[in-house]
């Protein structure tokens, strides 16, 4: 009688083992490594001494792969709709995404999905994404995301005819500026133009659609590509904004030249107001 309830419990143990197992088993989707391409916005990721990945892609509001490029500079993309093409490989952990390695890695639309906007009062143009929606009144124009109640995007004329102390020193259209950083990925941006200043002051803080720091950073990288588009009306002549990326890129000088997301100029000629981009702390 002991002898059966001996195998009677060893019988359950097992059976326990078994239908715990089954209920841990991984069921999630098949990975389908090799050749892949895609389409999303463009995300940069968290530095990482051990996962694989300098950005994110996005595709539909989901996080789908880490991308990295061998050959490639994608600073200058994120916040952006790029199309990738490359070769999809594990991350180190499994437990990551997995990591597109970038043959191709080109924005998906050009500057036909950003809405010019001119204005006279201010004496600019910018260019802002479609999907932002401008406002203006008198000597201030505002930008909102739909659905939005508080302006993403604030440009108006300050009083008094000198920049505020701080921040980084830059040079938009050969004008001097200066970024005063603020908590998250908010800033404000001053430009001296002749005896006025103009401030653009962006806050995706106070937006309620932006509830991850991916979204924050995807509107920051959208502002920093409406800050490249940024001319005055009054300059005979439309010089291109260049906006500039990476660690040791010229910029300054006559045309403005801006540094991209996480760099600013640091100039050394300041005769002809030039230097090179470096990261910022």
């Known amino acids: 009688m002991k002898t059966h309830l001996k195998f009677l419990t060893l019988t359950a143990a097992i059976a326990t083992v078994v239908t715990f197992s089954a209920c841990t088993k991984n069921d999630g989707p098949t990975i389908n490594y090799g050749p892949t391409s895609a389409t999303g916005t463009l ?3 968290e530095n990482s001494l051990v996962r694989r990945g300098s950005h994110i892609l996005v595709v539909e509001n989901e996080k789908k792969y880490f991308v990295e ?3 490639q500079n994608m600073t200058d993309l994120e ?3 790029v199309y990738v093409q490359g070769t999809l ?6 437990s990551d995404l997995p990591v597109l390695v970038a043959e191709t890695v080109k924005r998906s639309h050009g500057d036909e999905d950003l809405h010019r906007f001119e204005i006279p009062t201010l004496n600019i143009r910018i260019g802002v994404p479609q999907t932002w929606e401008g406002s203006i009144k008198n000597k201030v124009a505002t930008f909102m995301l739909p ?3 508080n302006p993403l995007l604030t440009i108006r004329l300050m009083s008094g005819t000198t920049l505020p102390p701080g921040g980084t020193s830059i040079f938009i259209r050969n004008r001097r500026g200066t970024r005063i950083a603020g908590q998250g990925n908010s800033e404000d941006v001053y430009i001296l133009e002749k005896d006025t200043v103009i401030e653009l002051h962006f806050d995706p803080a106070m937006q309620e659609q932006l509830k991850t720091e991916e979204d924050g950073t995807v509107v920051a990288s959208q502002f920093e590509r409406a800050l490249g588009t940024l001319s005055f009306l009054t300059d005979k002549e439309s010089i291109t904004q260049v906006t500039g990326s990476g660690a040791g890129t010229p910029c300054g000088g006559a045309a403005g030249i801006l540094c991209g997301a996480g760099y600013f100029c640091n100039i050394t000629d300041l005769e002809n107001q030039i230097g090179q981009c470096k990261a910022r702390k």
């Not at 490989?89 to 499994?94: G, I, P, Q, W, Y």
């Open 79 to 81: 916040g952006q709709t």
């Open 89 to 94: 490989e594990a991350n180190t952990s499994k």
């Open 43 to 45: 995300i940069k990721a």
């Open 147 to 149: 659905g939005e109640t």
């Open 69 to 71: 490029s061998r050959t």
